[in-house]
């Protein structure tokens, strides 16, 4: 079954852009341009990744989804839609104020790369699992606290760990405690912003697998944003790749590792360790020379001709559409017809 068919979110042409201030009367000197006409879905039960390099705009569109940029950026100029199919409801979570979207977090949970910052020092895990329950529904203090216990297995702690505190357990723990908060309201969706990056590579592997079987388990969606194709190609259904704020691919999993068709997404490819010693002998990594350019002066045309290889006069001054070439396959590059 196509699960696009169905989606549980759509976002159409979301742009996010920053206001700059400056000079003594603060006005607005320029904008950074942190997502630029991003669209895409995501089924239930669906996993996509998103995938790019720092500052390509996937938290930024992370954060979009749940609508907390304004927090973050009071000034933060927004457009598009991000509509989520609740049952017989749609939401578009972009046009909710912060205290109206609140009705709808039970169902959008979010879980972060540093599960350190993102757990308060000074609460217990019971207190930390439990805070959603108590904010979402009205189970008993009693009811809240098997729900913890019941949580935490699930995420393969135990209930002694209930009464700890975050500095007690390891990164790998304490992203689980991360977890099973997220899990608490039985979301439909979680967005994972990069969750094991800052995790020994021995742990993360452990994480993803949990992901991956809380998922099948829970019937969940999820985001897993990533800024390395090898942390999303196990888990994820479809993945789409990033830059610059722009989408440059959008493919299923297998089709994308088959026959990436960006360069950008090549190159991302490329860098990818196979298993096999002796095919990995044969990869050849191609580098992408150069920085990435700053956002509040994005490159004209195609936002990835200053560090493309196949870069000509077309690619500076026109920018490429996002084309479909095959069947849920879209590429935004002129080299592809
Ligand atoms: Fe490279 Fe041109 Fe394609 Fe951009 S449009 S990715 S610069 S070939």
Do not use: W
């Amino acid at each position: 079954r196509d699960p696009t068919q169905s989606p549980l979110l759509e976002i159409r042409n979301l742009k996010v852009h920053f206001p700059i201030h400056g000079g003594i009367i603060s006005k607005k000197v320029g904008t950074v341009k942190a997502v630029d006409g991003v669209s895409f879905s995501i089924g239930r039960r669906e996993i996509v990744g998103l995938v790019g390099e720092s500052g390509c705009g996937k938290t930024t569109v992370g954060r979009a989804m749940i609508n907390i940029l304004h927090h973050v950026a009071p000034d933060v100029e927004i457009s598009g839609e991000i509509l989520y199919h609740f049952g017989d409801e749609t939401i578009d979570f972009g046009k909710l104020t912060s205290h109206e979207v609140r009705k709808y977090r039970s169902r959008v949970q979010m879980i972060f790369q540093d599960p350190y910052a993102s757990l308060n020092p000074r609460m217990t895990v019971k207190q930390i699992v439990e805070e959603p329950l108590k904010l979402h529904t009205k189970k008993t203090e009693s009811e809240r606290r098997n729900t913890v216990i019941n949580l935490l297995e699930k995420v393969g702690l135990q209930a002694v760990h209930a009464d700890r505190f975050p500095h007690e357990f390891s990164g790998g723990q304490r992203q689980r405690v991360g977890i099973a908060r997220a899990l608490a309201t039985n979301p439909d969706l979680i967005i994972c912003d990069e969750p094991v990056s800052a995790l020994d590579v021995s742990i993360q592997a452990q994480v993803i697998n949990l992901l991956k079987q809380l998922q099948d388990e829970m019937e969940l969606a999820l985001i897993f944003i990533a800024h390395d194709l090898s942390v999303v190609k196990h888990i994820s259904t479809r993945i789409l790749v990033l830059y610059l704020g722009n989408m440059v691919e959008l493919a299923d999993s297998a089709d994308l590792y088959a026959q990436p068709q960006h360069p950008y997404t090549q190159a991302l490819i490329s860098a990818v360790p196979i298993p096999d010693p002796e095919i990995e002998k044969t990869r050849e990594l191609i580098l992408i020379e150069g920085d990435l350019p700053s956002p509040t002066s994005p490159p004209s045309g195609c936002v990835f001709h200053t560090r493309c290889p196949h870069v000509s006069e077309r690619c500076i001054n026109e920018r490429p559409k996002l084309r479909n070439v095959n069947r849920g396959h879209s590429v935004a590059c002129h080299l592809v017809l």
